[in-house]
Every structure is written in C-alpha cells, then in structure tokens.
C-alpha cells in the first residue's frame, strides 16, 4: 500500500519557518520525483517546488528565494523547508509522487495545514 504522509504543518508568525516533512512508503522511493504543491481555500492547487531523482529542483515564483526542498533516500522523505512566512503561504500542502517510468500511477498525500498569522 502506497502512502504519502505529511508533516509538520502549523500555525506560525509572520517572518516565521516551518519544515514540512513528507514520508513514502510503499514505492521505490528512487523512482519518483517529489513535489510540494499547495491550496488555498477557494484557489486551485499550486505547484511549489520538486526535486528529481537525481536532486534537481525547481520553485515556482511564490517560493524563490525562501523555501527549500531537499529529499533523504536513506528515510524516503522529502522536506519543503520555509522561511519568511507570508500570510498569503497559508494553505493546505500537500505531497506529490511523479514516476520517473512510464504507466506507473502518481501518487498524493493527504495535506498537512500550514497557517501564516499573527
């Protein structure tokens, strides 16, 4: 059974960081690109960051700058370090598994919160 389990969410300051952690299992965890997307209530889901297989990664605009993602192999997770919270990152982050191959399902986790306020 495939599960993507995120993290680390919370409520945090403005100016504030989190470490969101998103652990797999179930897959060759070598065979997938990660991602970090995220939704705000009433907007559509936002692609954050990735990272490949072989550690590239990739920000969308909202993240250049501040958050980090970076993956641990020996512990199938990947992590979206942020700093300088903005009220406007809060949003409902979830997880994403991208296969490498072809005809292999991609798989999502289930969202871990993340509130900006003070």
């Known amino acids: 059974q495939v599960q993507l389990v995120e993290s680390g969410g919370g409520l945090v300051q403005p100016g504030g960081s989190l470490r969101l952690s998103c652990v797999a299992s179930?897959?060759?965890?070598?065979?997938?690109?990660m991602a970090w997307y995220r939704q705000a209530p009433g907007n559509q889901r936002e692609w954050v960051a990735d990272i490949t297989v072989g550690g590239g990664t990739s920000y969308g605009d909202s993240a250049k700058g501040r958050f980090t993602i970076s993956r641990d192999y020996a512990k199938n997770t990947v992590y979206l370090q942020m700093t300088s919270l903005k009220p406007e990152d809060t949003a409902t982050y979830y997880c994403h598994a991208d296969p490498t191959g072809w005809g292999i399902p991609d798989y999502w986790g289930q969202g871990t919160q993340v509130t900006v306020s003070s």
């Open positions: 179930g897959i060759i965890f070598s065979s997938y690109d």
